[in-house]
């Protein structure tokens, strides 16, 4: 059975950073690509990054690009989302997807940036 | 970036129930479209990918059609089950993007 494990999600001032982990499990991490996705009242689901199944290949929508960082450790079936620089309007919660078209999720992880 | 219309927003129907739920996109993408479907408090969940294939474990009473701009998710036969929120989703161009959902509600 695909399981997608999110952690690290929390409260965190503006400017701060904050890094989320997607455990993966019940198939072959590294065959496939992955990304992160997140969800508001306001604005839906968005994606925000996506990588390729060795790493070399990275992917983000523009208001994140120099912001956020996805890395992948396959030897560990994890993926990361580094978020630097954290603003208000990154508030959401935040998916785990496997694959370019999301084929599984995780169980999402609130983020919340406040002071 | 591609936008991805949905209608209705809303869309109320009974048990039994044969219903429609329409996405445009904002330029052609292909057969690069997908269904999910999101129940509160859960994460999505795939329907459909690439405009008419089931995923695997979904009940065959949905499916999907369209090409380039225009697509539908058909429901056959509404189960209880199947009042949710439906997303439609395009893969064909970065970034990515998501109509903002229809909400399938008990009449």
């Known amino acids: 059975e695909v399981q997608l494990v999110e952690s690290g999600g929390g409260l965190v001032q503006p400017g701060r950073s904050l890094k989320l982990s997607c455990a993966a499990s019940?198939?072959?991490?590294?065959?496939?690509?992955m990304a992160w996705v997140r969800q508001t009242p306001t604005k839906g689901l968005e994606w925000v990054a996506s990588?390729?199944?060795?790493?070399?290949?990275?992917y983000y929508r523009d208001s994140v690009k120099g912001r956020f960082t996805i890395s992948r450790d396959n030897a560990k079936n994890t993926q990361y989302l580094q978020m630097d620089s954290l603003r208000s309007e990154d508030t959401a919660t935040y998916y785990c997807?496997?694959?370019?078209?999301?084929?599984?999720w995780g169980q999402g992880v609130m983020v919340t940036v406040s002071s | 970036d591609i936008q991805m219309t949905q209608s209705p927003s809303v869309l109320s129907a009974s048990v039994g129930d044969r219903v429609t739920l329409n996405c445009k996109a904002s330029?052609?993408?292909?057969?690069?479209l997908n269904w999910y479907q999101q129940k509160l408090g859960e994460a999505p969940k795939l329907l459909i990918y690439?405009?008419?294939n089931l995923q695997t474990g979904i009940p065959s009473r949905f499916s999907g059609s369209g090409s380039g701009t225009d697509f539908t998710l058909t429901i056959s036969s509404l189960q209880p089950e199947d009042f949710a929120t439906y997303f439609c989703?395009?893969?064909?161009?970065?970034?990515?993007?998501f109509g903002a959902g229809t909400k399938l509600e008990l009449k």
């Open positions: 997807a496997r694959r370019y078209d999301f084929d599984y």
């Open positions: 019940g198939f072959t991490f590294s065959n496939y690509g």
């Open positions: 990588i390729s199944t060795g790493g070399g290949n990275t």
């Open positions: 330029q052609n993408i292909n057969k690069y």
């Open positions: 690439n405009t008419n």
């Open positions: 989703f395009q893969h064909n161009s970065w970034p990515y993007t």
